[in-house]
C-alpha cells in the first residue's frame, strides 16, 4: 500500500505472464544456444566439415540478433512491469539481492559484448581465438542462469531466508538445485528447437537436422527427472494446489504433458529417424509446442505459489504478510497513501480497496471477472464472505481491513450485478430455485456429491426441514463459515435441495468423500 496501483483494466498479472514467459522461452535459448554455436563449430573443426561451420556461421547471426535484441529488450520489459504491478514484492527482490543482481548485469554485459564479437569475427579471428570467445559467452551466460535460478526460486521456497533475511539463506534455497538442472535440460532442448531454423538448403541439411534433434532429445530425457525432484521439494500447500481441480491446474498440467511429449516425439521421428521430413510446417509446431510447454511450466511455478509473491513473506496482492494485522486493526485508510476517494463513505472507496486487494489477480469484468464470482452477492453476505476469502480454494490473500473497508468492499462487489429475481417460488420450482441459491451461497465452498467438500455425508438421511434448521448456526459451526443470511423462501428451497441431492441414489461416477472433513 505503499505505491500507486498501475490500472490496466484487467489484471496485470497477465502482462507480466506475457512478457516473462516470451523472455524466459528465448533467454534460455540464449544459454543453450551459446553452448550448441561453440560446440558444433569445435564439431567441425574436429570433422573438417566446411557445411557445418558454414550452417553455425549463419547460425550465429540469427543467434545474436534474436537473444540480443529480443531478449535484451524483453529482459527490460520485466523489470517494467513487475515494477508498476508488483512494487513491493519487486523491492523486496532488489533489495535482498542487489549484489547477486549486480553480478548477473556484470555477466550480461559480458554476453553481450562476446555474442558480438562472436558473430562478427569469423574472418577476423583465428579458429581458436574464435571458439574461446564463444566459450567465454556460454560461461557467461550459464552464470547468469546460475545467479537468476536463485533468485526465482527463492520466491517459492525462500527458506530460512524468512527468519534471517540472509543472501545466502535465500539463494540456497529447497528448490535451487532441481530446478537448475531442469533449466539447463530446457536450455539444451531449446538450443535443438531454434538451431532447426536456419538449417535452410545445406548440403549437409539432414546431418545438422540429426545433430540438432539429438540436442532437443538429450533435454527431454533429463527433464522428467529433474521436475519430479524440483516439485518434490515444494511446500506441502503448492502439492496440494497442484492436486486440485482448478481449471487452471489441470490444463496447465496436461497441456504442459501434451506439449513435452508432442516435442520429443516431433524430434525423434522428424530429427533423428526422417531428418529429411524436417521441413517449415514441422519445425513452426515445434517451437510452438515448446513455447507452450515453457508457457505451462511457468505457469505452474507461478500458481504454486498461490497467495504468495513471496512464499509466507508477501502476497499476491503485494501485501506484506506482517502488515495484514496493523492493517485490519487501523483500517485501510490509515495504511494507504494512493485513494482517490475523499472518505470511507465514498462509493469510490469500494473499488479503491478492489483495486489495492484484488486487481492483481481479478478484474471487475472480462478475465478472471469478479462479476462473474459474486452473482446473486448482496452487500452483508459479500462483506463476510470477506472474512473468509482465503479459505476459497486456497489461492487467496487474507483480507486486509477493518469491519468498516469489508463493508465498503461488500457494496461495490454487491453493486457489480443486479439482484437475482427468483419470481415466485413454487413446489414446481423449488429444486431449480435451491440449486441456484446453493450454487451463490455455497457453491464457492462445497458440492453435494462431488469430490470437493461434499455435503452428503452430512446431510445423507436429513429431511429439509433438519437441514434448514442448521443454517443459523452455521457460522459457529465453523469459524471458516459466513453468516447465512437469504430470505426465508430461498433457504427453504435451498434446503429441499440440499435434502434431494444427499438422498438420491448415486450414478456410478460419483463418490463423494463420506463425511465432509473436520465435521462430526
Known amino acids: 500500500m505503499n505505491y500507486p496501483v498501475w490500472q490496466l483494466g484487467f489484471p496485470g498479472g497477465i502482462l507480466i505472464a506475457v512478457v516473462a514467459i516470451l523472455h524466459v522461452f528465448v533467454s534460455h535459448f540464449a544459454v543453450g544456444g551459446g553452448a550448441f554455436l561453440v560446440i558444433s563449430e569445435q564439431r567441425a573443426y574436429a570433422r573438417d566439415d566446411r557445411e557445418l561451420l558454414a550452417y553455425v556461421r549463419r547460425h550465429s547471426n540469427f543467434f545474436a540478433l534474436l537473444t540480443l535484441v529480443f531478449g535484451a529488450l524483453s529482459g527490460v520489459g520485466i523489470w517494467f512491469t513487475i515494477g508498476l504491478v ?31 564479437i562472436y558473430a562478427k569475427s569469423w574472418d577476423t579471428l583465428d579458429p581458436r581465438s574464435h571458439r574461446i570467445v564463444g566459450w567465454i559467452y556460454f560461461i557467461a551466460a550459464y552464470l547468469s542462469l546460475v545467479i537468476i535460478n536463485g533468485i526465482i526460486t527463492f520466491m517459492l521456497t525462500p527458506g530460512t531466508w524468512i527468519q534471517t533475511h540472509g543472501f545466502w539463506d535465500g539463494f540456497w534455497n529447497p528448490t535451487y538445485w532441481p530446478s ?20 535452410g538448403n545445406s ?58 511429449v508432442a516435442v520429443a516425439l516431433l524430434a525423434l521421428i522428424f530429427a533423428i529417424a526422417k531428418p529429411r521430413w524436417m521441413r517449415t510446417p514441422v519445425i513452426a509446431v515445434m517451437i510452438v509446442c515448446a513455447l507452450g510447454f515453457m508457457g505451462a511450466a511457468e505457469y505452474m511455478r507461478e500458481f504454486v505459489r498461490k497467495p504468495w509473491v513471496v512464499t509466507n513473506y508477501i502476497y499476491s496482492n503485494d501485501l506484506r504478510a506482517a502488515s495484514i494485522d496493523a492493517i485490519s486493526k487501523d483500517g485501510v485508510r490509515k495504511n494507504a497513501n494512493f485513494l482517490l476517494s475523499d472518505s470511507n463513505q465514498d462509493a469510490q472507496y469500494g473499488r479503491d480497496l478492489f483495486v489495492l486487494e484484488c486487481s492483481s489477480c481479478h478484474g471487475a469484468n472480462g478475465y478472471r471477472s469478479m462479476k462473474s464470482r459474486v452473482v446473486g452477492w448482496d452487500a452483508d453476505f459479500a462483506a463476510d464472505m470477506l472474512s473468509h476469502i482465503h479459505m ?76 434448514s434448521a442448521m443454517f443459523p448456526v452455521l457460522d459457529s459451526m465453523s469459524p471458516n463459515m459466513p453468516k447465512f443470511t437469504a430470505p426465508d423462501d430461498q433457504a427453504q428451497a435451498l434446503a429441499e435441495y440440499i435434502s434431494h441431492e444427499a438422498n438420491r441414489p448415486l450414478a456410478a461416477t460419483e463418490k463423494p468423500e463420506a463425511r465432509l472433513p473436520g465435521v462430526k
Request: charged letters at 15%; aromatic letters at 12%; proline letters at 5%.
Open 180 to 199: 537448475l538442472v531442469a533449466r539447463t535440460a530446457m536450455c539444451l532442448l531449446l538450443a535443438g528447437v531454434w538451431g532447426l531454423v536456419t538449417v
Open 392 to 467: 476459497l480454494k486456497g489461492a487467496m490473500p487474507h483480507f486486509a481491513g477493518n469491519d468498516e473497508d469489508r463493508a465498503a468492499l461488500g457494496k461495490y462487489l454487491a453493486s457489480l450485478n443486479q439482484p437475482v429475481n427468483y419470481g415466485p417460488i413454487t413446489a414446481a420450482n423449488k429444486l431449480q430455485v435451491g440449486e441456484q441459491v446453493f450454487a451463490i451461497r455455497c457453491g464457492h465452498c462445497h458440492t453435494v456429491n462431488g469430490k470437493f467438500r461434499p455435503l452428503r455425508g452430512v446431510f445423507e438421511n436429513a429431511q429439509p426441514d433438519q437441514v
Open 86 to 116: 508488483s512494487p513491493e514484492a519487486t523491492s523486496t527482490l532488489i533489495h535482498s539481492f542487489v549484489w547477486g543482481w549486480a553480478i548477473e548485469w556484470v555477466f550480461f554485459f559480458v554476453e553481450i559484448a562476446a555474442a558480438i
Open 203 to 260: 548440403p549437409a541439411r539432414d546431418r545438422i537436422v540429426r545433430w540438432s534433434g539429438e540436442w532437443i532429445l538429450a533435454g527431454t530425457v533429463i527433464l522428467p527427472a529433474a521436475l519430479w525432484w524440483y516439485f518434490a521439494k515444494v511446500p506441502a500447500a503448492s502439492k496440494t494446489m497442484m492436486a486440485s481441480s482448478m481449471t487452471g491446474v489441470v490444463h496447465a498440467i496436461r497441456g504442459g504433458i501434451g506439449f513435452g
